[in-house]
């Protein structure tokens, strides 16, 4: 199981790419000299086409700036998501965990240094914390919001003490950023957590070595890693804003990878790709899944046996297989099985059933009583308006179309609404302009948790962004709050039967991780984030 994504778009300029290498930040780790001497520069090598502007030059692990695939290359955490979720050791090889689940004690690893050098030690920890966590735009994060002290016990103990309980603390301290840790020599005045950033120094696998806005950045091999060392000397990250330029780059060898959401692939070429015995289609489970939101201020979506019909009218297997080339799974609940508490036996939902659809809509009291295929109760026609952009996911328009097509069989008539970004995210979180909206899930560490609270839980005095109901929100509260893994268990598995009893949203697809490979890639595995999405020290290339 797997998943991820990340990067994003920019125009293909072979000769603009090939030619100025900058550089960048000199002495944030061995010189190119010493690169060389380990195969850094003459070493082995990979390219891999991105999207967008990685922004090397602003790499700070306490920012939410810079590629964010990058971040986990260049700066470790003290603990790392695996597998379904599981919290794994990093730079922290153990911890403790008070009885009330307010404090928090790491016994970090020893001997680790960073890659210029200095050492890694409790100090260097509290510093990077130190840096953002009072900072007001982190307070989404439970670990900024109720961390209220830092101590360092000794050289490789650090404490943390929170205001309350929080079970996704230690999940949290595996996001991409801010929570990474950075040399105190990184800013300047070097050791101030209020100082300067300057160049990227972490304890990662991998280094800076050179950036051209726009265009390239390359990373090297960090000698000094105190994990598995990387099989590769450089991995070469190329910008190519457009997509179909990527897959041209892919088929000319011009670039070894691209995918994720850093590089995506459009879902029409993977047929196309599949047969080029150049190239592999590397594909795995993710986190996160496709659905819709509907407007609860609406007073046709009050009823459930609305909403039910909504649900049972939607071919979700058709989706995946006519319109995703097989790029994904038909959505049997809100999240698939890879996000933590989510189950085969409280990850069910409503599968396709068009006549039972239709009678459920007959029970609620709409009839086509004009003979136009479109239902109507007390003299108004059952009609929703959907809500979608496409600059993220293109692939929305055909697949909303086809949603409509299939509401359309059932007797509801669906207009689509076709919105640039920013409005679209303006309907979804201010004004809730829509009936039907297309969103998708957060993904990895966020899930199931940070969803939860985020859409259906209210945030001060403004009621919840996807679905409004008091006891989903009394269950999601309770069990963040919890720290008995058995309790926390009952409490998501009594969240997931009240969403489908009241059928709160409709569940479409859950995407696949797509990754195009040329074949003298070795050892090309999938991550267990976005954030990471191929596990980059074990890739190798053919001799």
Not at 242 to 262: P, T
Not at 523 to 541: A, H, Q, S
Request: with cysteine; charged share 25%; glycine share 6%.
């Amino acid at each position: 199981m797997r998943k991820r994504n990340g990067y994003t778009r920019f125009r293909w300029q072979a000769a603009a790419i090939a030619a100025l290498v900058v550089t960048l930040l000199a002495g944030c780790g061995q010189s190119k000299e010493e690169a060389a001497s380990e195969g850094g520069a003459s070493g082995k090598q990979i390219v891999i086409a991105v999207a967008s502007d990685p922004a090397l030059d602003r790499l700070d692990a306490g920012s939410y700036q810079g590629a964010i695939e990058v971040h986990p290359m260049v700066y470790d955490s003290l603990v790392e998501y695996g597998e379904k979720g599981a919290v794994v050791p990093s730079l922290a090889e153990s911890w403790d965990v008070s009885e009330d689940g307010k404090v928090y004690t790491f016994h970090l690893r020893k001997g680790v240094v960073f890659s210029d050098g200095t050492p890694f030690t409790a100090d260097a920890v509290k510093f990077s914390f130190e840096r953002w966590y009072k900072d007001p735009a982190n307070s989404s994060l439970n670990v900024a919001k109720s961390l209220q002290k830092i101590e360092t016990v000794d050289e490789t103990t650090v404490r943390f003490t929170f205001a309350g309980a929080f079970y996704p603390l230690l999940t949290e301290l595996t996001f991409a950023r801010p929570v990474r840790i950075i040399s105190p020599s990184a800013v300047e005045p070097a050791g101030d957590p209020e100082g300067r950033f300057v160049k990227p120094i972490g304890t990662g696998a991998w280094m800076v070595d050179s950036y051209t806005p726009d265009q390239e950045a390359v990373l090297v091999r960090n000698s000094s890693y105190w994990g598995q060392a990387p099989k590769l000397a450089k991995i070469v990250l190329k910008v190519i804003p457009d997509a179909q330029s990527r897959v041209l780059a892919l088929q000319s060898g011009a670039v070894d990878i691209s995918g994720g959401s850093s590089g995506k692939i459009p879902f029409d070429n993977l047929e196309l790709l599949r047969g080029d015995k150049q190239l592999t289609v590397q594909q795995g489970t993710g986190t996160s899944s496709h659905f819709l939101i509907f407007n609860y201020d609406l007073p046709q979506l009050q009823d459930a046996s609305v909403r039910k019909a909504i649900n049972l009218a939607l071919d979700k297997k058709a989706v995946v297989d006519k319109l995703l080339s097989g790029a994904g799974r038909e959505a049997q609940g809100l999240f698939p099985l890879t996000v933590p508490y989510v189950t085969e036996s409280n990850n069910v939902w409503y599968g396709y059933d068009a006549e039972e659809a239709k009678r459920l809509l007959q029970q609620a009291g709409y009839a086509d009583s004009d003979g136009d295929g479109i239902v109507e109760k007390d003299g108004r026609a059952l009609e929703l308006n959907l809500v979608l952009q496409q600059t993220e996911f293109p692939e929305w328009k055909p697949i909303a179309e086809y949603v409509q097509s299939q509401l359309q069989m059932a007797g509801i008539r669906v207009q689509l609404q076709v919105l640039e970004s920013n409005a679209y995210y303006d309907a979804l979180w201010t004004t809730r302009k829509y009936d039907l909206i297309f969103y998708r899930t957060y993904s990895d560490a966020y899930n199931p948790h940070a969803f939860l609270l985020s859409l259906f839980h209210r945030t001060g005095e403004a009621p919840a962004v996807a679905w409004s109901d008091a006891r989903l929100e009394e269950l999601i509260e309770e069990a963040v709050a919890s720290t008995d893994l058995e309790r926390r268990q009952e409490l998501y598995d009594a969240w997931f039967a009240r969403a489908r009893e009241e059928a709160i949203y409709a569940p479409i697809y859950y995407p696949d991780d797509i990754f195009v490979v040329n074949r003298r890639v070795q050892n090309f595995k999938l991550g267990y984030t976005t954030y990471t999405p191929i596990v980059w020290n074990e890739l190798d290339v053919a001799n």
